[in-house]
């Protein structure tokens, strides 16, 4: 099977002649409207948080206990379904083995709930703990205040474990709208809180009432899916799966997927750690600028691997015909993803700034900080190409039913990082003098070095297994160089508006460039945008992708 997407060097007939054949691009496009959806709520969300908190110690506070539960969410959350779920479930429904999928689907669920209630509880009873290991430069009202909001926001982390099982099984059945789209409501419930609870009102308390309405939120997420996925399976049944040999394969598959999104975690962590130890406002700004750097990668990176995994994972034949649909998945995949993110990296690098003060510029936070997280953005931009396709190339180990490959990979990755991590956030400043802030450059600089690495060591490792799956350097050279014609562009009427206009002004420089960078690379002869358009009218039609 070939993927229709069209690339800069291919005729748009191509796409044409194989519109009716099966597709992970147009499930992506749902996706990626879940994620925009998402996100967009999530910008919204941010910036009233912006407003309200700044860069201040309880900014600090709700940032860093915000992520500590994530270690539950990411050990055995959609990450981890990923590389051990979906692609079992999604094989016997392509069999049409509807009472195993059914069987698999109520063991894994159980399992899920047993594990996330063992976790929730150790997190609240070892929150103190936690946070001393995870942000040791934090003390005081500070400290505390961070563990109590550690504790409230652990059961809404074990909510949202339920969820991704809920996206599982939702993906896995090509409803990919609904399991995307879902945060929207979290964040509804976050940005509701601080609307109405936000002014005038102690920001230590207000990140306190805030946690509870995350954890509300975490359960309209679950209560929106849950009906959805039951009428796919016909109900649950009470059923740990001993006796499956395919729940066995998930539990197999799980130990090192949950090593592998644990390694990733403990980067994540690692960061933290050494934001608390740069200065204040430290784990602020690099929390603002992970909003925007993942925006990229969850509408596109994400979105592309979420839709492609199931499909690479219904490969039937020999050993060579899967190997050859894995490889014309992934080169499909790999297309789409540089197409975005390309842009995307190039905006950071050169436009930061604007696109900081757009989403934040107010109350607490000002041009200052705006610099700051721009800084910041250029670390991350440097390694974004690079995270977004390696998730895809993880994918592609899963859909082989390798989990372990991947692991090894994350390691390589989170010892890099680790490394450059300490040289360049703490170290090189104070050896040269420079502001402790610049050490959250440092950090993302150090994260995008270890996305390089990553990514690497997976397309080597992968391309024994299949054979090369790589994109064409044509291609990849024509959407670089239209990205940095549409920031000169940018920087042009920059430079002609000379700061006036304020954030108006910042919007249409950003639009502008956007709007440069697609008619470049029309004339450069990529067609993505009218072909997802085109694919968006068909599905609205009620025809087949």
């Not at 809404?156 to 990919?176: K, Q, T």
């Not at 090593?259 to 994540?268: D, E, F, I, N």
């Not at 490889?327 to 950071?348: D, K, Y």
């Not at 299949?466 to 044509?474: I, K, P």
């Amino acid at each position: 099977m070939t993927d229709p997407t069209p690339a800069g060097d291919e005729p748009l007939p191509v796409v044409q002649a194989t519109a009716a054949k099966p597709s992970a691009a147009a499930p992506a496009l749902f996706v990626a409207a879940g994620i925009l959806a998402s996100r967009l709520a999530g910008f919204v969300r941010q910036r009233v948080f912006a407003h309200f908190f700044g860069v201040t110690d309880a900014a600090d506070a709700f940032s860093v206990a915000f992520r500590i539960p994530n270690l539950l969410q990411n050990l055995l959350g959609e990450g981890v379904l990923s590389g051990s779920f979906i692609p079992v479930y999604a094989s016997l429904r392509a069999r049409g083995d509807d009472r195993e999928r059914r069987a698999v689907a109520s063991a894994v669920l159980w399992l899920l709930i047993l594990g996330s209630a063992g976790v929730v509880l150790a997190g609240v009873s070892l929150a103190p703990v936690l946070v001393d290991l995870i942000s040791p430069g934090f003390s005081g009202a500070k400290r505390d205040l961070t563990i109590t909001l550690v504790r409230i926001l652990y059961p809404g982390a074990g909510l949202l474990v339920w969820s991704a099982w809920c996206l599982g099984v939702l993906n896995s059945h090509g409803r990919f709208f609904l399991s995307y789209a879902a945060p929207v409501v979290w964040n509804a419930a976050m940005i509701v809180a601080l609307i109405m609870r936000g002014p005038g009102q102690a920001v230590s308390s207000l990140a306190i009432e805030l946690a509870w309405a995350s954890v509300i939120g975490s359960t309209l997420v679950l209560a929106l899916q849950l009906p959805s996925v039951l009428r796919l399976l016909g109900g649950l049944r009470a059923t740990l799966g001993r006796s499956s040999d395919h729940v066995r394969t998930v539990v197999r598959n799980f130990g090192p997927a949950v090593l592998g999104r644990g390694v990733v975690q403990v980067s994540a962590y690692v960061d933290i750690a050494i934001a608390s130890l740069i200065a204040s406002g430290a784990a602020a700004i690099l929390s603002y600028a992970q909003m925007l750097y993942l925006l990229p990668v969850s509408l596109f990176g994400i979105s592309v691997t979420a839709a492609e995994l199931p499909a690479m994972s219904s490969g039937r034949g020999s050993d060579e015909e899967i190997a050859r649909h894995v490889r014309t998945r992934l080169v499909g995949g790999l297309e789409r993803i540089a197409f975005f993110v390309v842009p995307s990296a190039v905006a950071f690098l050169a436009l930061g700034d604007l696109l900081a003060a757009i989403l934040y510029r107010g109350g607490r936070f000002g041009a200052a900080e705006s610099a700051w997280v721009w800084r910041a953005l250029g670390g991350a931009a440097l390694g974004l190409i690079a995270a977004t396709s390696g998730r895809l190339y993880a994918s592609a180990f899963y859909a082989l039913r390798d989990t372990r490959t991947p692991v090894r990979f994350a390691l390589a990755r989170v010892a890099l990082s680790l490394a450059v991590g300490v040289l360049l956030a703490l170290a090189l400043p104070r050896a040269f003098d420079l502001h402790p802030l610049w050490g959250v450059a440092g950090l993302t600089v150090a994260s995008s070095a270890g996305a390089w690495i990553e990514f690497a060591l997976l397309r080597r490792a992968l391309s024994r297994r299949v054979g090369s799956a790589e994109t064409s350097t044509r291609s990849a050279g024509k959407l670089w160089l239209a990205a940095a014609l549409a920031a000169a562009v940018a920087w042009l009427v920059r430079i002609a508006l000379g700061g006036r206009g304020g954030l108006a002004s910042a919007a249409l420089v950003v639009l502008l460039y956007g709007a440069a960078y697609l008619l470049i690379t029309w004339r450069f002869g990529f067609r993505q945008i009218a072909w997802a358009a085109s694919r968006m009218a068909r599905l609205r039609r009620g025809r087949a992708p």
